[in-house]
């Protein structure tokens, strides 16, 4: 039996961070919204090109098929189209197969106010004022930033990273960074090693992630040729002593990641140039760059990393 929704992973998602509306927004911004509506019905059968989070929804979507009986997953789409100017949307939705029939069409208004009607563990969008909206009123959302968009079918692996700090757990510990010094950054981690973080903004996600891992673990023990879809990460700048925190805290969860780096301030694109994964969450800009271009980056908008 197919899980309700308030048992699944749910991701919501912009069409912005879907598609590439490069050229649709263009016309809207020069030209109006009757401009704009009657540029979508007259495109209304030619399908947009893939965004930036296409290929990291694509694959999520897939786990669905490998559990067909329980579908744990599920995308659902939350939309400022009105429901006719978003027909385009959901002819592209069919067009690229991605089994996506949930969908709020809110004419202009944010999406925010929706992210936990539909159970959402996290909101992808192009906006970044939506998801700063969203993460005002404590809702699970990430930035979704300009980059190449590569989608190589014949990998079907999803691969998930995640910064630790303000990403996973809550801003305390980058509050001490931030107010002093390493040192004391280091002396104040080493204090409280014993004591697991508060969850942050994509604690939840990173739960349920790790539940659909245990799905795929009794898939393997039961078929040992089984191939598993998914492989998260954690890429943190902390490094020895503060990271025996980082593990506390994923202990006391009842969770891990198949790879976790401490990188102790190296670039993280030195590792995500390697690991390549389909999105990396961070909560600092400034981390969120890859020499390439290449590798999707989610800017959450959360705590004293993003004050001015």
Known sequence: MSYPI????????????????????????????????????????????????????????????????????????????????????????????????????????????????FNASLFLSANEADVQEAIDYDHPAGTVLPSHVVDDVDDVELRIAFDFDGVIADDASERV???????????????????????????????????LQRLEDQAVEAAPDYKRVLRTAIVTARNAPSHERVITTLEHWGVNANEVFFLGGMRKDRILSVLKPHMFFDDQRSHLESEAGDIPMVHIPFGVANLG
Do not use: M, W
């Not at 263009?26 to 947009?48: D, M, N, S, T, W």
């Not at 006719?84 to 944010?110: D, M, P, Q, Y």
């Not at 104040?188 to 090693?193: G, R």
């Open 6 to 117: 308030e048992q699944k992973l749910v991701i919501a998602v912009a069409s912005s961070a879907l598609f590439d509306l490069s050229e649709s927004d263009q016309v809207f911004r020069e030209q109006g919204e009757k401009a704009y509506r009657a540029y979508q019905q007259e495109h209304l059968h030619i399908p947009l090109d893939k965004g930036v989070a296409f290929p990291f929804v694509r694959r999520f979507l897939s786990i669905n098929q490998k559990f067909p009986e329980q579908c744990p997953v599920e995308v659902v789409l939350l939309s400022r189209n009105s429901a006719i100017t978003g027909k385009r949307v959901f002819n592209s939705i069919v067009h690229h197969g991605l089994n996506i029939t949930r969908a709020a069409f809110l004419e202009g208004k944010s999406p925010y106010a929706y992210i936990p009607a």
């Open 177 to 211: 960074f931030k107010t002093g010094s390493l040192a004391d950054f280091q002396a104040h981690e080493t204090s409280y090693s014993h004591i697991p973080h508060t969850p942050g903004p994509l604690a939840d996600l990173f739960r349920k992630l790790s539940h």
